[in-house]
């Protein structure tokens, strides 16, 4: 049995985790930027400073990008209050997690560890395999050039892979008439002559057409076919107004909460005249995330929140009801028998909006009467028509009618509430997970467990344990290739 520090430890744990998957130090809707990041970085200090282990453990489990980068960061600065087995296995994750960070949050990280003074062996010999592990560094000299001219200045590092010029490049670029890497060489030559400029990525080639005069609709036009997938579905909207066609989002394989954003970012008529379409692609989204697994949950009943305050802010402008919108179709491909509420009562998902109140509770009464196997809830937690009654729904039903848990219930919350340092929850008697994407709601639902109090510490860790080694275990496989 779990003594009392380790259920207290196993309670700590779970808070964060749902911090890190849900804060990213941005506005919500009723937390402004300053009580995100106060909130989000005590709760890092006070984990750091009590669970280290478990603390680094949690950069295998499904946090976002924002708080993988403060961990590594803060183990990183801290790694004098390490011992050798804790670096060893820090290392390990920390090299893991890096190689699925995009490459921006990377450079961002080095840099924060230089302004910080942090240039020890371990930090360079991260530094040294991230950056030898990069595919082609002169396409990262170009395109994230001030990062990586930062990063080697202050390690002093040359890269194994780096082409022979690249010091060169990054710190006296003039200096040669002529580049022999054809990237670089292009970059020169964009200096002078338009047509090199459309070679490049999009980010380094902006600053060139602003240079040339070249107007915007005529830039992206060409620019078109070299767009990676985030900035074409990015720039298509002000490319249409523009009067640039060829700026087209293939929606094809787009990521299920990626493409459900993009779909409310739409005008409602779009959404009408594209239904098919739009439709096919969430549900073909869905379909890839579920797998093998799909329609195999049995009956699956979602209440979903649609009420204004799934608005979120103008930092992540309507991101809690997109991952509404992405969980109903996951759900759908998941469940044999699926039902789904919106709180608003609309029944037509593609043309949800953030509209009106939050009547949770009668959405559950709803819910309950479908006699599911399991009920969702997709909700920021506030429920104010009439405010408790939720919370009061799910005790009557887990203590009084179904006692013995026929239905399981977990609430999945996508916006964290910096005074509670925690997602806001509905009642104690359900688990309560945070979720940043609808791609993780199956690890979710599975890690939601643990909120219920029915399994303690030795079976989070052992969960958390098995997560790194999953993680550890590819990252070596991809680097043996």
């Known amino acids: 049995m779990d003594s009392y520090g380790d259920l207290v430890a196993a309670e700590d744990v779970l808070l964060f985790v749902n911090a890190a998957i849900t804060s990213t130090g941005q506005r919500e809707f009723r937390d402004d930027a300053d009580e995100q990041r106060m909130s989000l970085d005590f709760l890092h200090a006070y984990m750091l400073g009590n669970y280290r282990e478990l603390y680094a453990g949690v950069l295998a489990l499904d946090i976002n990008d924002h708080n993988a980068v403060l961990i590594v960061r803060r183990l990183l600065e801290t790694a004098g209050e390490a011992s050798a087995d804790q670096r060893r296995r820090e290392g390990r994750l920390i090299a893991s997690r890096l190689a699925s960070l995009p490459p921006r949050r990377v450079y961002g990280l080095f840099d924060a560890l230089r302004r910080a003074g942090v240039n020890n062996r371990r930090t360079r010999a991260i530094v040294r395999d991230w950056l030898a592990s990069r595919k082609d560094l002169a396409f990262d000299a170009v395109k994230y050039r001030s990062g990586l001219k930062r990063v080697l200045r202050h390690t002093h590092l040359t890269p194994s892979n780096a082409p022979e010029e690249l010091g060169t490049f990054l710190f006296a670029p003039h200096a040669r008439p002529r580049y022999a890497a054809p990237l670089l060489e292009t970059w020169r030559r964009a200096h002078y002559e338009k047509a090199a400029l459309y070679e490049l990525p999009y980010t380094a080639a902006e600053g060139f057409a602003a240079r040339h005069g070249i107007p915007r609709e005529v830039f992206l036009e060409r620019m078109a076919p070299r767009l990676t997938r985030l900035e074409t579905l990015r720039l298509q909207e002000s490319a249409r107004a523009r009067g640039a066609t060829g700026v087209r989002t293939d929606l094809a394989g787009m990521p299920l909460t990626r493409l459900a954003a993009y779909v409310l970012s739409l005008p409602l008529e779009d959404r009408l005249s594209r239904r098919a379409e739009l ?36 930092h992540k402008r309507r991101r809690p009801l997109a991952v509404a919108l992405a969980c109903h179709h996951l759900l759908a491909a998941l469940a044999g028998d699926y039902t789904a509420l919106w709180t608003s009562g609309r029944t037509d998902a593609l043309l949800a909006y953030p509209y009106g109140p939050s009547p949770l509770g009668r959405r559950l009464l709803d819910a309950l009467e479908t006699a599911p196997a399991r009920l969702v809830i997709v909700s920021d937690g506030w429920d104010n028509a009439p405010p408790g009654l939720a919370g009061e729904v799910l005790r009557v039903w887990r203590t009084r009618l179904d006692p013995g848990r026929r239905t399981g219930i977990v609430h999945l919350n996508p916006v964290y509430n910096a005074a509670g340092f925690d997602v806001r929850r509905l009642s104690p008697t359900v688990p309560t997970a945070g979720i940043r994407d609808a791609e993780d709601l199956p690890a979710l639902v599975e890690l939601a467990q643990f909120a219920e109090g029915r399994t303690g510490l030795a079976e989070l860790t052992a969960y958390m344990d098995t997560r790194a080694a999953l993680m550890t275990a590819g990252h070596d496989r991809e680097r043996a290739r």
């Open 279 to 314: 439709t096919g692609a969430l549900e073909s989204a869905a379909g890839r995330v579920a797998g093998a697994h799909r329609g195999t949950w049995g009956k699956v009943t979602a209440v979903l929140d649609d009420s204004f305050s799934s608005f979120g802010s103008v």
